[in-house]
């Protein structure tokens, strides 16, 4: 039976780094995932290029009961501070907007310089291993498919229940439950919203139409694009609005952002006042749009014979659709899990339980959920970062 200074359960995005940054303090480490290779999320991320961070990754762009926990990982290991590493493996990047920055190549630049600073620090990794049990008495035993480790210090970064076919469990919640650790309630988030049969049956044609749209749900507003899907609705904006929509709750939805549908309507009267309502409004907004909403209202005739009255509905029906969605896509689709081990219970600068020395929870098992466009990579490479400096 073999000894380590730390085992890290997950080698994902918040695992790798931990074990870098634990073994360059000399700490013998393990690092253990049942997936047949390491970072299979930050794989897929991206399309394929990885949204390692965000120019933009400020505290107040995380969801937690607690928003303000994450502060001191930010601050201690910041955005600024992983782009220094990856350029120092002269990995090229880019802005693509909203200060997202993704790898000109591809994700795999990424894994492969974690897997090269987790060999440059002697962590050793088992792949296709499963944990099938912890205990603790002085130490952490912790029984593999074939064999038991021992550990001083034991780090959970299994991540959520998100994206089960690639292995997510929720493994990392049975561990907090079993030593005492607190949890949220946890549920699917950055996920597309899907309707019921009877809206589906208005909106289907418009499956595959895309608009620049302003999502609003209570307070919150996203400003970004909006996908029509064969089930409801998709997009950065609504991924966004996800997190913070519950079951039951409205949005509402300005489908032509930027634009104030009635006046423009008004004003085109006297160049188009003898097209059809619907040929002048397709010039706004996509056509098959243009033609449910005009059903809608059911309206007819030219631009020139509608009142006021009729050009403020459509415009009201296009700049401030109120839609309650019927649910979600559920842990299928959903990019993180939102909530976790709860952030009372943990210690904000060294990531370890309050209620048990040795044991540490980082990354998505958290109770912290970042925006769409890095900054979940971001509480990753922090998190992991805080905790492989003491554990």
């Not at 730390?6 to 253990?32: D, N, P, Y």
Request: some cysteine; charged content about 25%.
């Amino acid at each position: 039976m073999k000894h380590y200074d730390v085992v890290i359960v997950g080698a994902g995005a918040a695992g790798m780094m931990c074990a870098i940054e634990a073994g360059k303090r000399g700490r013998s480490v393990l690092i253990i995932d049942h997936a047949k290779k390491a970072g299979d999320k930050i794989r897929i991320s991206g399309g394929g290029r990885c949204n390692f961070t965000n120019l933009d990754a400020k505290f107040d762009r995380f969801l937690s009961q607690n928003p303000r926990f994450c502060i001191s990982a930010l601050k201690r290991y910041s955005q600024h501070d992983f782009i220094k590493l990856i350029e120092k493996h002269n990995i090229s990047y880019h802005e693509k907007t909203l200060g997202q920055l993704f790898c000109d190549h591809s994700a795999q630049d990424i894994i492969a310089m974690l897997l090269k600073e987790m060999d440059d620090a002697g962590v050793e990794l088992k792949l296709k291993t499963s944990v099938k049990r912890i205990t603790h008495d002085d130490t952490y035993w912790i029984t593999l498919d074939h064999d038991e480790v021992t550990a001083t210090s034991l780090v959970i970064a299994s991540g959520g229940k998100s994206i089960p076919k690639m292995g997510a469990t929720g493994f990392g919640y049975d561990i907090a439950e079993q030593f005492g650790v607190p949890l949220t309630d946890i549920r699917p988030a950055l996920v597309p919203l899907t309707f019921s049969d009877e809206t589906l049956d208005r909106v289907k044609p418009l499956s595959g139409v895309s608009v620049e749209s302003s999502v609003k749900h209570q307070k919150t507003v996203f400003d970004e694009g909006l996908l029509f899907t064969h089930r409801g609705l998709s997009g950065p904006s609504i991924l966004q609005i996800s997190s913070y929509w519950r079951e039951g709750d409205e949005i509402t939805v300005d489908l032509a952002r930027g634009q104030n549908i009635a006046e423009k309507l008004k004003s085109l009267r006297g160049e188009a006042g003898k097209q059809s309502i619907t040929n002048v409004l397709a010039r706004l907004i996509p056509a098959k749009l243009a033609h449910m909403i005009i059903e809608q209202t059911d309206l007819s005739g030219n631009l020139a014979d509608q009142s006021n009255a009729k050009l403020d509905q459509i415009g009201n029906l296009i700049n401030a659709w109120t839609i309650k969605p019927a649910g979600s896509e559920g842990y299928r689709t959903a990019e993180v899990t939102l909530g976790g081990v709860e952030t009372s219970a943990l210690n904000a600068k060294t990531m370890e339980a309050k209620n048990q020395p040795g044991l540490y929870f980082i990354g998505e098992v958290v109770d912290i959920t970042g925006w769409l466009g890095g900054y979940n990579f971001q509480w990753a490479w922090s998190s992991g970062w805080v905790c492989g400096q003491v554990c």
